[in-house]
Structure formats: structure tokens, C-alpha cells
């Protein structure tokens, strides 16, 4: 059950990362949605009660870098969101990943 719950706050944050990633492909100005959403995330995780802190932060890089990957053929805009958010986030919580 715990993995699930570590699961489901990763997913729920790179929902919504997706979801700027289609707003800035289509080309609306995302990078204050995408800053702000960067620190709330990180906010969340650090109080999020399955796992660590350290692990949900590198899942949801992975996953961030993982959906970039598997968007950058048909949406360039949306992982290029991804990216900068995956750097965003690296930098923040001083995970080199």
C-alpha cells in the first residue's frame, strides 16, 4: 500500500507538469506556472509521509525525465517543460540526477 501512496504524489505532480507541457506546446507562457508548481512540489514532498523525501524527489525526476523522453518526438513543447522542470527541481533540492 505504501508504494502506491509514494506512487500516487509522484504521478499527481507530473499530471499536472504534463498538463503545463500541453498548454506550453500549444504555446502559451507557462514558466511561472511551471516555477511555482517546481516549488510547491518539493514543498509537498518534503512532508509527504510514504518514503523519503530523497526517494519521492528522484522518482519524480525519473518520471519527469522519462515522460520527456517519451514526449519529445510528438510534443516538443511539452518536453521541453519537462526538462526545465526536471532541471528546475534538480537544482532546488540539490538532487543531481
Known sequence: ?????????????????????????????????????????????????CGTPAENKIKLLAQLQLQAGLAAAATPGQAKVLMDVHHLISEQAGVLR
Open 1 to 49: 500500500m505504501a508504494d502506491s501512496n509514494e506512487g500516487g504524489i509522484v504521478k499527481h505532480y507530473v499530471d499536472q507538469f504534463l498538463a503545463l507541457g500541453v498548454k506550453n506546446h500549444s504555446g502559451e507562457n507557462v514558466a511561472d506556472q511551471v516555477a511555482a508548481l517546481a516549488s510547491d512540489s518539493l514543498e509537498h514532498l518534503d512532508v509527504w509521509k
